[in-house]
Every structure is written in structure tokens, then in C-alpha cells.
């Protein structure tokens, strides 16, 4: 056992020698310098790509939303209403857009 002891010491140790001699590492801490790399890559590219998602999905917004909304076709299969809804007048649905959603005469004023 005393053996296996001294091996595993003076390895220990060479490899601290080792280490000392060598200096620093250009992963062993903040003093290496590696937090500014990524505090750069944080400002110069990651906030850039976010804004640019953010452009393209207000673009795509836009887009989908420009448009008149479409004409409306009295379908006897749709819109139908059985029975009063037990809010409001009774016609509307809970989440009604008066923009977007057509009763059953035809859209709002």
C-alpha cells in the first residue's frame, strides 16, 4: 500500500511542478482573457441575430396582416347557432374579433 502511495504523491506532484512552470492556460480562469471573447461575441453577434429575428418576424407580421380581409359568403353549413350564447347578446362567441370574426349576417361596422 506504502508504494501505491508514493507513486500517486509524486505524480501529484510532478504534474503541479508541471503546471506552475507552464503558467496559465488559456482556459484556467478569468484572468486568461477568456470572458472577454465571449462578452464580444455577446455584443457583436448575439444581439445583432436577435434583432434581426425580431425585424423579420415584424416584416412577416406585416405581411400576413396588410391585406383587406375577405368577402363574406353567407355558407348555411357554417356559423351556425342552435342555441344563444349565455353571454353578451348571445351571438358572439367569448373571443370574438369583430375585425376578423363574421356573424351570422356578415362582418361588423
Known sequence: MSLVNQILR????????????????????????GYKIWKKLSFLVAMPAVGLCMLNAYLKHQEEHGHPRAEFIPYEHLRLRNKRFPWGEGSKSLFHNPEVNALKDGYEE
Open 10 to 33: 509524486r505524480a501529484i506532484s510532478q504534474s503541479a511542478i508541471r503546471r506552475a512552470v507552464s503558467g496559465p492556460s488559456a482556459v484556467s480562469g478569468h484572468e486568461a482573457g
